[in-house]
């Protein structure tokens, strides 16, 4: 993994788009959409359940950081044309012995020495749309040809097997159970060279 220093990106080489949606920096003015992802109980399901509607706040504060020139960070899914919020999209550390990717990690100039994951969280309302993989892809897009990384990875609950469909209709391969966010996990995986094979058959 990379750990050098990382030139900023402008705010617009940050927003990126696909035909229905725009991803964009999350900021401190999408509070209502991570309060709405993080308090709802079938949304954070998979992902370690609810979060008091009181402790929001000082995970968004958290989640607005950037690393690596604004390349690591967490993203605002939005709907292209009405501009609706519909839920979030990530490049962040993977942690292995911790619940939450680790704030040091997310450093201004540096990309992290953990390995990057890709990952997403939808309202429920944009459930069963296509829209995981159409954001997901696109992030894939962007951490390879913005970035120096050489590979990404993800994981998901066991049980959550919408989310590994939706992982491998992007391309990551499966690599069998891992450690992650203090469980073992179905842990998933693509090089650079895969990704540019998949773009390169169209």
Not at 138 to 158: D, N, P, W, Y
Not at 178 to 194: K, M, S
Request: glycine content about 8%; aromatic content about 6%.
């Amino acid at each position: 993994m990379c750990a050098s220093s990382a030139f900023p990106l402008s705010e617009s080489r940050l927003v990126l788009e696909t035909e229905r949606l725009r991803l964009r920096p999350l900021s401190l003015e999408d509070h209502g959409l991570i309060a709405a992802l993080q308090t709802d109980p079938e949304v954070m399901q998979y992902i370690g359940g609810p979060v008091p509607e009181e402790a929001v706040s000082e995970r968004l504060e958290t989640s607005v950081r950037r690393g690596a020139g604004g390349r690591i960070g967490v993203w605002c899914i939005e709907d292209r044309r009405s501009a609706e919020k519909l839920g979030t999209a990530i490049l962040l550390p993977l942690p292995l012995e911790a619940y939450e990717a680790d704030p040091s990690q997310v450093a201004t100039d540096a990309y992290p020495s953990a390995e990057v994951e890709v990952g997403y969280t939808l309202l429920r309302s944009a459930w069963g749309r296509g829209i995981a993989t159409e954001a997901c892809r696109r992030l894939l897009k962007f951490g390879f040809e913005e970035t120096s990384l050489g590979e990404i990875a993800a994981v998901t609950h066991s049980d959550n097997l919408v989310s590994q469909k939706v992982l491998q209709k992007c391309g990551l391969r499966p690599e069998g159970m891992r450690r992650a966010y203090c469980n073992d996990v179905p842990g998933f995986r693509i090089t650079r060279a895969q990704w540019q094979a998949l773009e390169n058959k169209g």
